[in-house]
């Protein structure tokens, strides 16, 4: 069990415990007792949501706020792209999968390039399902099958043959991971711009 699960499970147990007791004082009916309960441990689930996909629901908030506001999404110039940060202070960016349209979350922390299950399937990708790994997201480890992209292209600048990982636990998430951002001549954050450098052809 990890330090986060043990964390979770004492603040489970402190939170019955309280309810149990705040009950016991109460002396109420067994049906009283009973609608109480049911009540509490409704709002725990709704809170344990909350909490266990507060990633997702802040990515998804953000790309709303982005998409309401009309802020910029990015830009192209001299072949290099600059992408501002959204609302959520990530940086999205818009690009194809094998001609298909796809929105990235740009992740340096991640190793690989991840998609959704469905942004994988709209491309037609060939995911080979006996290839499993294991990745690591906000929810805990999951797992993740492998699939090539023949090209993923964003503005000028391309991939091919690019190797990805695919799983439903990703929700409608797209990540640009470092192999491929390390395939660009730099990357940086400049006046709150993601900046994107091709390298010379």
């Known amino acids: 069990m990890s330090g986060d699960q043990l964390a979770r499970t004492i603040w489970y ?8 007791s705040a009950l016991a004082s109460r002396r109420m009916s067994l049906r009283g007792t009973l609608g109480m309960i049911l009540a509490w441990a409704a709002i725990f689930a709704v809170v344990l949501g909350l909490f266990s996909f507060r990633r997702e629901i802040g990515l998804v908030t953000g790309r709303m706020l982005t998409e309401l506001t009309g802020a910029p999404r990015q830009s192209v110039s001299g072949g290099a792209i600059r992408v501002a940060a959204s609302q959520d202070g990530h940086y999205w960016l818009d690009g194809t999968v094998d001609g298909k349209p796809a929105r990235f979350l740009i992740d340096s922390g991640a190793t690989v390039t991840a998609l959704s299950e469905s942004t994988a ?5 060939d995911i080979d399902r006996q290839r499993i790994a294991f990745v690591d997201t906000a929810n805990g480890q999951a797992t993740a099958s492998h699939a090539t992209v023949r090209e993923l292209r964003v503005g000028a600048i391309h991939a091919s043959d690019l190797p990805v990982l695919v799983s439903p636990a990703f929700g409608e998430v797209n990540v640009l991971g470092m192999n491929f951002l390390s395939q660009l001549r730099s990357w940086r954050v400049e006046d709150d711009q993601m900046v994107l450098q091709p390298r010379a052809e």
Do not use: E, H, S
């Open 121 to 125: 399937t709209t491309a037609g990708l």
């Open 13 to 20: 147990i402190l939170a019955l415990v309280l309810v149990v």
